[in-house]
């Protein structure tokens, strides 16, 4: 068994590689040391010794991914994906970290639940799974979570959200952002007003009505955004803001920072990369919520992640069994799998583009993650300095690939890519100083 803090006596060299940090940017060609589970050096020249060569030309080497938003099903759920195969699917993603969303059975509403997803984490060793917590007992909505007891136990809690279901009670929401702030912990909010969008299958709009399919208005998260950030604003709580998907969204927080509200977001790559004309198709793949809204809202996003809006960006992994996507569209489940797709996708929609340049894309995957979610208390640093935690990817941006949902590592398959011809591929992955993938597979 491997543990997160075994110590690990073999030595990697990652030779030729552009070494990608935070603060820094990136590098020309170096070699990266690393030994005893830590980096022992960046610079040129080095010797490799007894150490095992990854041969790191044209690729770059930056910190494991974070990622802030996974369902990783475990308790409860283990037919979708379970803590094991999640973690297999994140390493080869290039994530080091995962934080996973806390709607499971039983819910992670307390520290026992909490400290087993941990253990479980910790016991596969193939990259750091930290649970959020909920904000209500069961998710329910009427009666607060021992937030205390979780940020206090084990697992250390940092966020905690409803995930999957909005928290409707203004007070109940004010309630917690009261709580959030008296133990600096922050409050993840799925915004969604539920009488707008209940029983929603698509976006609300030409093709809603064109296919027949009762929409969900994007007025829905508008409202539920427009209601956190107001509360946010009253309490001094941070609100961290999960998967938006509207320009009108963008806009709410693009001027509550003007404000000065403590509020940070993210999007999903699924939507700055689809847009609803694509359900003309009724691929239950493209089912998800929020759902996939207008080309126009895409460009939003778009110009959110360029103006630096848009702080983050989280995958929303959300698997499936394949019964469960495989039936009619309203009865289909929301979601989609993303782990090993993303760093593709950003690379392709994203960057190649010019919407972000290589470091700020790579910045929203890592430094910006980790800082909103406290990593430094982990050790889980982003600079690549000497001594830090060796957590790396090594991916080569130019690297052509077809996405083959078959090769997934995760346990469900639902994807809307599969087919896609995409750009960027991880070569390697290093977590606490052990090779778990190598020339895109696992050890």
């Given at each position: 068994?491997?543990?997160?803090?075994?110590?690990?006596?073999?030595?990697?060299?990652i030779?030729?590689?552009?070494?990608?940090?935070?603060p820094?940017?990136?590098?020309?060609?170096?070699d990266i040391?690393?030994?005893?589970?830590r980096?022992?050096?960046?610079?040129k020249?080095?010797?490799a010794?007894v150490?095992?060569?990854?041969?790191?030309?044209?690729c770059v080497?930056a910190p494991?991914l974070?990622?802030m938003?996974?369902?990783?099903?475990?308790?409860?759920?283990e037919?979708?994906?379970?803590?094991?195969?999640?973690?297999r699917?994140?390493a080869?993603g290039?994530?080091?970290?995962v934080?996973?969303?806390p709607?499971?059975?039983p819910?992670?509403?307390n520290?026992?639940?909490?400290?087993y997803?941990?253990?479980?984490?910790?016991?596969e060793?193939?990259?750091?799974?930290?649970?959020h917590?909920?904000?209500?007992?069961g998710?329910?909505?009427?009666?607060?979570?021992?937030?205390?007891?979780?940020a206090?136990?084990r697992?250390g809690v940092?966020?905690?959200?409803?995930?999957g279901?909005?928290?409707?009670?203004?007070e109940?929401m004010r309630?917690?952002?009261?709580?959030?702030?008296t133990?600096?912990t922050?409050i993840?909010?799925?915004?969604?007003e539920?009488?707008?969008?209940?029983?929603?299958?698509?976006?609300e709009?030409?093709?809603s009505?064109?296919?027949?399919?009762?929409?969900?208005?994007?007025?829905?998260?508008?409202?539920?955004?427009?209601?956190?950030?107001?509360?946010a604003?009253k309490?001094?709580?941070?609100?961290?803001?999960?998967h938006?998907?509207?320009?009108?969204s963008?806009?709410?927080?693009?001027g509550?920072?003007?404000r000065?509200?403590?509020v940070t977001c993210e999007?999903?790559?699924?939507?700055?990369?689809?847009?609803?004309?694509?359900?003309?198709s009724?691929?239950?793949?493209?089912?998800?919520?929020?759902?996939l809204?207008?080309?126009?809202d895409v460009?939003?996003?778009?110009?959110g992640?360029?103006?630096?809006?848009?702080d983050?960006i989280?995958?929303?992994?959300?698997?499936?069994?394949s019964?469960?996507?495989?039936t009619?569209?309203?009865?289909?489940?929301?979601?989609v799998?993303g782990?090993?797709?993303c760093?593709?996708?950003v690379?392709?929609?994203?960057?190649?583009?010019?919407?972000?340049?290589?470091?700020?894309?790579i910045a929203?995957?890592?430094?910006?993650?980790?800082?909103i979610m406290?990593?430094?208390?982990?050790?889980y640093?982003t600079a690549?300095?000497?001594g830090?935690?060796?957590?790396?990817?090594?991916?080569?941006?130019?690297y052509?690939w077809t996405?083959?949902?078959g090769?997934f590592m995760?346990r469900?398959?639902?994807?809307p890519y599969?087919?896609?011809n995409v750009?960027?591929k991880?070569l390697?992955?290093?977590?606490?100083?052990?090779l778990?993938?190598?020339d895109?597979?696992l050890?």
């Amino acid at each position: 068994m491997t543990y997160w803090g075994a110590a690990v006596a073999e030595g990697i060299l990652i030779k030729g590689g552009r070494a990608l940090a935070f603060p820094g940017g990136l590098t020309g060609e170096v070699d990266i040391m690393v030994d005893d589970g830590r980096i022992k050096a960046v610079e040129k020249g080095i010797a490799a010794g007894v150490a095992t060569v990854i041969d790191a030309s044209s690729c770059v080497v930056a910190p494991g991914l974070v990622e802030m938003h996974a369902h990783l099903r475990e308790p409860g759920m283990e037919y979708k994906e379970d803590i094991a195969s999640g973690s297999r699917a994140a390493a080869r993603g290039g994530y080091s970290a995962v934080f996973c969303m806390p709607n499971t059975e039983p819910t992670i509403d307390n520290s026992s639940v909490a400290e087993y997803v941990y253990d479980r984490g910790v016991n596969e060793g193939l990259c750091m799974v930290l649970p959020h917590g909920a904000i209500t007992l069961g998710r329910g909505g009427e009666t607060l979570a021992p937030m205390g007891e979780m940020a206090a136990c084990r697992a250390g809690v940092m966020g905690f959200s409803d995930d999957g279901a909005p928290v409707s009670d203004s007070e109940m929401m004010r309630r917690a952002m009261e709580y959030a702030c008296t133990i600096g912990t922050l409050i993840i909010s799925h915004s969604e007003e539920m009488s707008l969008s209940g029983g929603g299958q698509m976006n609300e709009g030409y093709y809603s009505t064109f296919l027949g399919l009762r929409g969900i208005p994007p007025e829905a998260e508008q409202i539920g955004i427009y209601r956190d950030i107001c509360l946010a604003e009253k309490t001094g709580a941070w609100l961290h803001l999960a998967h938006v998907s509207t320009s009108g969204s963008v806009e709410l927080v693009r001027g509550a920072k003007r404000r000065g509200v403590r509020v940070t977001c993210e999007v999903a790559p699924h939507h700055f990369s689809l847009d609803d004309s694509m359900l003309v198709s009724y691929d239950t793949n493209l089912k998800m919520n929020p759902p996939l809204r207008s080309r126009g809202d895409v460009e939003a996003l778009l110009t959110g992640l360029a103006d630096g809006t848009i702080d983050v960006i989280a995958t929303d992994h959300a698997p499936h069994a394949s019964h469960e996507k495989e039936t009619e569209f309203d009865r289909a489940q929301f979601g989609v799998v993303g782990l090993e797709t993303c760093l593709a996708l950003v690379l392709t929609k994203v960057v190649d583009p010019g919407v972000l340049s290589l470091e700020d894309a790579i910045a929203r995957l890592t430094e910006a993650p980790a800082r909103i979610m406290d990593m430094g208390r982990w050790g889980y640093g982003t600079a690549l300095t000497e001594g830090d935690d060796a957590n790396l990817v090594v991916f080569n941006p130019e690297y052509e690939w077809t996405v083959d949902p078959g090769e997934f590592m995760s346990r469900s398959r639902n994807t809307p890519y599969a087919g896609w011809n995409v750009r960027g591929k991880v070569l390697h992955t290093v977590f606490k100083g052990r090779l778990v993938v190598t020339d895109g597979e696992l050890v």
